[in-house]
């Protein structure tokens, strides 16, 4: 079984780990390799290496860093289907929505690419006499991310583009489950002509983790996973002094009116749902039906969900992949179990006709008659479960979604302008969707996770991950000289 490397000042780094763990692919539980969990030394080798390579990256012309993201674009693009092939065979999701992923994360790319127009500074001459002021922005030095499992093209180029092209060094530490598209994606980086050390992989798991959180010479953590880690991050990276940006777990609440398009709004719910099998923190996982809306949209899911096609993510006939682990499917399988117990109505349910391949397969399920006080419409379940809850007009429908504790997002399906103002305006949510099932924004906009969606005050892409990779410095200058005005 091939041992995974460390990617470090350019080089592939041997581990040294008493910890290790598989890297399977989900829809057949082949092993893909071998990887290690808690390798100290390779940490503080990465950041060794990483503080040597600041400097002179840092002083690297910004036009120059901005076309190694312009060569590394046109190099993903290259190898878009090797790419994606890659986020399939270790992640489970489908070859489209794998495409899809890679075609997302290249945007982030773009966004760096533009660097040079986007971190232009300000200045106003004339502050007082001979006075004139200006803000520029600056690299914060060593910086560190760390990646959950369920993107791994899309979330780790959410924050080395613009970190690199701010003039920082980093240090990656991917999802010790998806950590090969990443291993794949440091031979076009070196390729795109990165100096080495610029960037640097580090696999490992919690006590890398750990490790990054509190070593001195990092400024910076980037993190995307589950609540309770966010939080954790936040909080234990925030103690030591860092800029940290966390983004957590979801729930995210699906309105549809009485007077949405049925069929499209059947489609959007299905891709939202059950699409990258659940596990997407975009994922809509609650239903509200406003007053006679559930009449047709309860058949036509029911019936879409039936004709759902679950198999392996490169066949082509598949809608939909495995879940990522055994545990998975059974901590989503106890999550079933447990609606039913808190007495929701099974519609359809996703452990029946098991699919007959040796991977870690669920089909969808649907649950109708919902309450708030489940467990079911409140805990995030990260799998292929839509739950489906009643509300006689849109106010009643906007406070159930309220009450959520996440905030990632929240989509009406609606005909009326006039519904989806009210809505927009109301909710609790920093990603709105109108007709839209995964209001994912393009990467020139902020991924603006709310509530315990997201811990720190930049959000990951847009402007804020510009202004999270660099400091501000405004340098007030005087120029003494016989011409210039007392
Ligand atoms: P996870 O929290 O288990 O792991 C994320 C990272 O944290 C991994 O690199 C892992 O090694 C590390 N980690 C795990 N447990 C840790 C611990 N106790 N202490 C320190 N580090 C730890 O998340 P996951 O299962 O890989 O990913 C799925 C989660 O990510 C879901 O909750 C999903 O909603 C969330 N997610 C959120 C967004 C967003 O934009 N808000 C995007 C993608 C995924």
Avoid at 15 to 44: H, T, Y
Avoid at 164 to 172: D, K
Wanted: hydrophobic share 45%; charged share 20%; net charge negative.
């Amino acid at each position: 079984m091939e041992t995974l490397m460390h990617v470090i000042g350019g080089r592939p780094v041997t581990p040294q780990a008493s910890q290790w763990d598989n890297v399977v692919n989900p829809a057949s539980g082949e092993i893909l390799g071998r990887v290690p969990l808690d390798d100290a030394q390779a940490l503080s080798l990465a950041v060794e290496t990483a503080s040597a390579a600041f400097g002179p990256w840092a002083d690297t012309p910004v036009l120059q860093r901005a076309r190694v993201m312009f060569k590394f674009h046109e190099l993903m693009d290259r190898h878009r289907n090797d790419i994606a092939r890659s986020v399939t065979t270790e992640h489970g999701k489908t070859l489209p929505d794998a495409t899809l992923e890679v075609a997302r994360a290249m945007e982030v790319v773009e966004l760096a690419a533009s660097a040079p127009s986007l971190l232009k500074g300000e200045v106003l001459a004339g502050v007082s006499r001979g006075v004139d002021t200006m803000l520029i922005r600056t690299p914060l030095g060593v910086v560190a991310g760390i990646t959950p499992f369920n993107f791994p093209a899309m979330v780790p180029l959410w924050m080395i583009p613009p970190a690199l092209v701010s003039g920082n060094t980093f240090i990656l530490k991917p999802s010790e489950r998806t950590p090969l598209t990443s291993l794949l994606m440091m031979d076009l980086w070196a390729e795109a002509g990165l100096p080495p050390g610029v960037l640097n992989l580090v696999l490992g798991g919690r006590s890398a983790v750990d490790q990054i959180l509190t070593h001195p010479d990092i400024k910076a953590v980037s993190f995307v996973g589950s609540q309770p880690v966010a939080e954790y991050i936040y909080r234990t990276a925030a103690a030591q002094g860092k800029r940290v940006q966390a983004l957590g777990g979801a729930k995210n609440y699906h309105i549809i009116m009485p007077d949405a398009h049925i069929p499209k709004t059947v489609d959007a719910l299905m891709g939202s749902a059950f699409g990258s099998a659940g596990e997407r923190c975009l994922a809509g996982s609650v239903a509200i039906a406003v007053g006679s809306a559930a009449d047709t949209l309860v058949p036509a899911l029911r019936e879409a969900i039936r004709q759902w096609q679950v198999g392996p993510g490169l066949d082509a006939s598949s809608d939909m992949g495995p879940v990522i682990r055994p545990e998975s499917r059974e901590r989503i399988a106890g999550y079933i179990q447990k609606g039913v117990e808190e007495g929701a109505v099974l519609l359809e349910d996703g452990r029946q006709n098991p699919v007959e391949q040796p991977g870690f397969f669920l089909r969808p399920t649907l649950f109708d008659g919902v309450s708030s006080s489940m467990t079911i419409a409140r805990e995030e379940i990260f799998g292929p479960v839509l739950s489906l809850m009643r509300a006689p007009d849109l106010t009643g429908a906007v406070k159930l979604a309220n009450a959520s504790q996440f905030g990632n997002t929240a989509t009406i399906y609606t005909e009326s302008g006039a519904s989806a103002r009210y809505f927009r305006d109301h909710i609790e949510a920093g990603m709105v969707g109108v007709n839209i099932g995964v209001p994912a924004p393009v990467a020139i906009f902020p991924f603006t996770g709310w509530k315990h969606s997201f811990y720190g005050d930049l959000h990951a892409t847009g402007m804020d991950a510009l202004r999270f990779y660099t400091e501000e410095k405004v340098v007030i200058s005087r120029w003494w000289g016989d011409n210039q005005p007392e």
